[in-house]
């Protein structure tokens, strides 16, 4: 940011009219799913607006439900009118900027920017018996902390349900300055036909696994290097 650029301390005391649609917990818990933050607690971010202000607030993004929240004092709140925003950033840690609905994470690679729209779910993969078989279960999308594999507890604290962790995460480029989507390998070689038979043998020598992120990374990455 240019040194004209103005740094308002105030934690939007002055923008919470347009800015804000405030949530009360029983709110908060009223969504489709759990949220899942991609930070234990809120911390300090900036967000810069298009207008070349920046603003600070303790933030936090649920990327379960696709939403920036931030705090003031005890209360949670839900960051809007995204339309006037340009990026949320954490110091060296994470950086969003918004889409027509909802946020995607901006990711410095080498070679170039990797967007990435979050989709976590989870797998249950069974409920545990006495024996510890695992039955046949359902998907459905809940909060989680990591991708792997875990056991929810009923209310007697004894293990139940298994869940396999996974995402459907969407993967973007920006070619020819529009955002072209990447979320598979076919598509990958559409968007760069004369590097077909590169991609395929980069893809089978590195075990390029689309499903998960630090794999689909590596991949994009090479992609944006051809």
């Known amino acids: 940011m240019s040194s004209s650029v103005v740094i308002n301390q105030d934690v939007m005391k002055n923008l919470v ?6 949530l009360t917990a029983a709110g908060l818990y ?3 799913y759990d949220p899942l933050f991609i930070f234990d607690q809120f911390i300090s971010a900036k967000i810069h607006f298009k207008n070349r202000s920046v603003t600070v607030a303790n933030m936090n993004y649920d990327a379960v439900n696709d939403r920036m929240y931030f705090k003031q004092g005890e209360d949670m709140m ?6 006037m925003i340009d990026s949320i950033s954490w110091a060296g840690k ?3 900027v918004p889409r027509e609905k909802g946020y995607m994470e901006k990711v410095t690679v080498d070679n170039g920017t990797v967007y990435i729209a979050w989709r976590i779910q989870n797998v249950n993969v069974g409920s545990k018996g006495a024996l510890g078989a695992v039955t046949q279960g359902k998907v459905e999308t809940i909060s989680i902390r990591s991708l792997g594999v875990f056991s929810a507890t009923d209310a007697k604290g004894h293990s139940a349900d298994v869940f396999q962790q996974k995402n459907n995460n969407e993967y973007y480029l920006s070619i020819n300055g529009k955002l072209e989507k990447i979320n598979n390998i076919k598509q990958a070689q559409k968007l760069f036909p004369a590097h077909k038979e590169a991609i395929r043998s980069f893809v089978k020598e590195h075990n390029i696994n689309m499903k998960e992120p630090l794999s689909a990374l590596e ?3 090479y992609c944006l290097g051809l």
């Open 17 to 22: 009219i347009f800015l804000i649609f405030s």
């Open 219 to 221: 991949f994009l990455n």
């Open 94 to 96: 994470r950086c969003f």
């Open 78 to 83: 839900e960051l809007t009118n995204a339309a």
């Open 30 to 32: 009223a969504q489709a």
